[in-house]
C-alpha cells in the first residue's frame, strides 16, 4: 500500500521560509517521478514542481523558479520542497503526489498517489 504524507506547512510572513517534506512508503521514490501540486481556495489544482528519475530532471512552475527548490533524500524516502521569498499568492493547499513513471507531468489525472496535503499561508 502506498502512502503519501506531507508536512511542514504554516503561517509565515511574505519574505519568509518554510519547508515541506513528503515521506513515502510502499514506494520508492528514488524510481519515480514525484511532484508538489498546489490549490487555493476557488482555484484548481496547480503543479509547482516536479522531480523525475535522476535523468528526467527537476521542473517548476514559472512563478516559483528561483525560489522553490525540489530535492530527494534516497535514505530517508522524502522529497523536499524549500520555499524562500514566500508570497501571499503562495497561500494554498500543497499535496505531493507520485506515479509509477520516471517522468515528471503536471497532470493531475497522470498521479496515482496523493498525500493528504499541508496548509501554506502567507501573510503579515
Known amino acids: 500500500q502506498v502512502q503519501l504524507v506531507e508536512s511542514g506547512g504554516g503561517l509565515v510572513q511574505p519574505g519568509g521560509s518554510l519547508r515541506l517534506s513528503c515521506v513515502a512508503s510502499?514506494?520508492?521514490?528514488?524510481?519515480?517521478?514525484l511532484a508538489w501540486f498546489r490549490q487555493a481556495p476557488g482555484k484548481e489544482r496547480e503543479g509547482v514542481s516536479c522531480?523525475?528519475?535522476?535523468?528526467?530532471?527537476?521542473y517548476y512552475k514559472d512563478s516559483v523558479k528561483g525560489r522553490f527548490t525540489i530535492s530527494r533524500e534516497s535514505g530517508k524516502n522524502t522529497v523536499y520542497l524549500q520555499m524562500n521569498s514566500l508570497k501571499p499568492e503562495d497561500t494554498a493547499v500543497y499535496y505531493c503526489?507520485?506515479?509509477?513513471?520516471?517522468?515528471?507531468?503536471?497532470?493531475?489525472?497522470?498521479?496515482?498517489?496523493w498525500g493528504q496535503g499541508t496548509q501554506v499561508t502567507v501573510s503579515s
Open positions: 503526489a507520485s506515479r509509477f513513471s520516471t517522468r515528471c507531468s503536471y497532470n493531475v489525472g497522470a498521479y496515482d498517489f
Open positions: 510502499g514506494v520508492n521514490l528514488d524510481h519515480y517521478a
Open positions: 522531480i523525475g528519475h535522476s535523468d528526467d530532471g527537476t
